[in-house]
């Protein structure tokens, strides 16, 4: 089982839609939790941290279940510029991030 | 402005040729890395450094050298380049890797061939 799974998608939505990844990581010792946003051929860059409590930011809602191993990612009233990939981040005690595979998001008129 | 530099951006080499990526960060942070990123596999992390002269090996080391002789700079060697090293590499760095945010840079294109 590989340490942190995405659906690679795509996820084709309308303009205004609500969508949602999820991201299962398999070591329960992970502490922190992140989703960035990479478009492409372009680095990656930070969308936003997910804390336990859940954390809002904008149209973007993060949450984390430990119970269940998985953070996910909201994302309401898509626009055409949330078109990229989401890359979900989880890092543990080693210092070292994991980076799953990314979910593909197409935002179409 | 804060930001982590890759040179060269883009690179056609042939096998064998040795070749550097440098990276440099001006944030002043310990820690450093670099990642290769190839269509379905992702985001792979090569080599890490947490601070000036500690380097280890990521998941996939194997063809690859850095060095971090100064705090800003750490290079990505490949000695002698192969085919199989064709690929996207980013460079980032971090203040606190494991509670903060990685900055990357802007990634390098290399095709050996």
């Known amino acids: 089982r590989k340490e942190v799974e995405q659906d690679p998608g795509p996820f084709n939505v309308p303009e205004g839609a609500t969508v949602a990844f999820n991201c299962t990581y398999s070591n329960s010792a992970s502490q922190s939790f992140f989703w960035y946003r990479q478009d492409c051929r372009k680095e990656p860059k930070l969308l936003m941290s997910?804390?336990?409590s859940g954390n809002e930011d904008g149209r973007f809602t993060a949450q984390l279940n430990r119970a269940s191993q998985y953070i996910s990612l909201l994302i309401r009233d898509s626009k055409l510029s949330d078109s990229a990939t989401y890359l979900c981040?989880?890092?543990?005690?080693?210092?070292?991030?994991?980076f799953g595979r990314g979910t593909s998001l197409i935002v179409h008129p | 402005e804060a930001q982590v530099t890759q040179n060269p951006r883009y690179l056609i080499t042939v096998t064998g040729k040795k070749l550097t990526v440098t990276c440099s960060q001006n944030?002043?942070?310990?820690?450093m890395s670099w990642y290769r990123q190839d269509p379905g596999l992702g985001l792979r992390q090569i080599y890490y450094?947490?601070?000036?002269?500690?380097?280890d090996k990521g998941d996939v080391p194997e063809g690859y050298k850095v060095s971090r002789k100064e705090k800003r700079n750490f290079p990505l060697i490949l000695e002698s380049p192969s085919p199989n090293q064709t690929s996207l590499y980013f460079c980032?760095?971090?203040?606190?890797?494991?509670?903060?945010?990685?900055?990357f840079g802007e990634g390098s294109r290399l095709t050996v061939l």
């Open positions: 981040v989880v890092t543990q005690r080693s210092y070292i991030p994991t």
């Open positions: 980032a760095s971090s203040g606190t890797p494991n509670t903060g945010e990685l900055f």
């Open positions: 944030m002043n942070h310990e820690y």
């Open positions: 450094s947490m601070n000036v002269e500690v380097t």
């Open positions: 997910v804390y336990s």
